[in-house]
């Protein structure tokens, strides 16, 4: 059986841009409800608009996920308007590039806030609801700056070679309830944070402006996580690391 039937869905942070988007947009396709975690109100209502377009429900949640307090509340909005959270998706990240020195420990609070304490809490608050429900999927992206860090990316690295941790705990917890937990290292992908290098993560990129050999198409990844709520059966992907052909960052 797969870890969404016809009265639960899929709860993606995120989901106003890049591979959040993509993935929100694919589980759509797929009929299935969506709830839409993001910070900016308009980017909501634009993606909220092009999952009811492919027949699908969604749930615009807008939210600062740096804001621990108010994750339980989240997650118990979403619950309540999807029928249940089949599917945690936590693909919202941030950063704040540049040489360890200059960063204040502000910006390093907001980069961990958002990368690995907003998964942590989110998780924190689905697992109940999935375990009363006989199980569940978490997907945990990370990057492969979560297997080899990169200058003047410190913050981000540090959250991303976490989330491994943090994923590996939750999945010896979970495994018997039927709660499967996922880590997924992406490589460049052609999204506004950017294809290649970390210099180039806060340009603009988009899936017409990029070789495929060298960034990844955001709706490729999105199939693969889409895949692993929807398959039947009881595969377990507890780590997988998905790069271009050419792949700049790693190895």
Request: with cysteine; hydrophobic share 45%; charged share 15%.
């Amino acid at each position: 059986m797969t870890v969404l039937g016809p009265d639960s869905g899929v709860l993606v942070t995120g989901a106003t841009s890049g591979l959040g988007r993509a993935v929100a947009l694919q589980f759509a396709a797929h009929g299935i409800p969506v709830a839409l975690v993001g910070r900016s109100e308009e980017s909501l209502g634009q993606v909220t608009a092009e999952v009811q377009a492919r027949k699908a429900h969604a749930v615009p949640l807008h939210a600062d996920l740096s804001n621990t307090a108010a994750l339980s509340d989240l997650v118990d909005a979403a619950a309540s308007q999807l029928g249940g959270i089949g599917a945690l998706v936590n693909a919202a990240g941030t950063d704040v590039p540049g040489p360890a020195e200059d960063l204040g420990l502000d910006e390093w609070n907001r980069v961990v806030a958002v990368n690995l304490t907003a998964p942590f809490a989110l998780a924190r608050s689905v697992i109940p609801r999935m375990r009363a429900s006989g199980g569940g999927l978490i997907v945990n992206i990370s990057s492969v700056a979560g297997r080899r860090g990169w200058a003047n990316a410190s913050a981000y690295c540090s959250t991303k070679f976490a989330l491994s941790g943090l994923t590996q705990s939750l999945a010896a917890e979970g495994r018997g309830d039927g709660i499967r937990v996922c880590v997924l290292y992406p490589g460049a992908m052609a999204t506004n944070w950017g294809t290649f290098d970390p210099e180039q993560r806060r340009e603009p990129a988009g899936p017409e402006d990029a070789d495929p050999a060298d960034a990844l198409d955001p709706a490729t990844v999105a199939d693969l996580i889409v895949w692993m709520a929807t398959t039947p059966g009881q595969p377990v992907l507890n780590e997988v690391t998905v790069t271009p052909l050419r792949e700049h960052g790693w190895p």
